[in-house]
């Protein structure tokens, strides 16, 4: 039983970290507005990562694309893995590497939004489909652990778990996802029921 408490007491130390870290909070507060900005304009939302990151990812569409709180229309979002002919094609003719910059390259526009997601930062596939976005003009957002590894400099926003250890990075980033989903979705609703 101690060993599930001590487990139990770092995931809340985390948090209790991530609480009290004002530069991480406003970068999930303008990453939301970024998201509800590039939908407002016909943009959509793609995100990405690799084993649980990207089951995260997923599940962080279905959040967008389905609902979260709110009875409302879909909002476009779209997990890049979830196409496994092409994921698997794309990694066996070029490389695993280009799986997520090809489809950014072939799919995504100006505006759009990538977020990203990997525990060390350095995840190649990641970098690769960050470095993709910057050069057309898709905002990107990086949910890493707490050094970022190479995704921190192509992060137009930063989110980064305040801490080194896997599943609690995992967690966070799941809890930083709803929030960004919540306020999304409040935003974005909110503001369309005023202007109809």
Known sequence: MEKIRSILQT????????LNDPDTLFQV????????????????????????????????????SGRFYT????????ALHVNTSYLTAVANDYSFEV????????????GD???????????ANVVRAFEAAKKKG????????????????????????????TPRIQEVHITL???????VEESYFVSNDKQG
């Open 11 to 18: 995931s809340i130390d985390v948090k209790v970290h991530l």
């Open 29 to 64: 507060e303008q990453a939301a507005a970024c998201i509800t900005q590039a939908f407002h304009a016909g943009n959509r939302l793609y995100l990405c990562g690799n084993g649980g990151s990207a089951a995260d990812a997923q599940h962080l569409a279905a959040e967008f």
């Open 71 to 78: 009875d409302r229309k879909a909002l476009p979002a779209e």
């Open 99 to 110: 799986v997520y910059a090809r489809l950014i390259d072939g799919v995504a526009q100006a």
């Open 113 to 123: 939004v990538l977020i990203g997601l990997s525990t060390s930062g350095n995840s």
């Open 138 to 165: 898709v905002h990107t957002i990086g949910f890493t652990g707490k050094t970022g590894g190479e995704m921190k400099a192509l992060s137009d926003y930063w989110l980064p778990a305040p801490s080194t250890d």
């Open 177 to 183: 996802g709803h929030i960004i989903c919540q306020l």
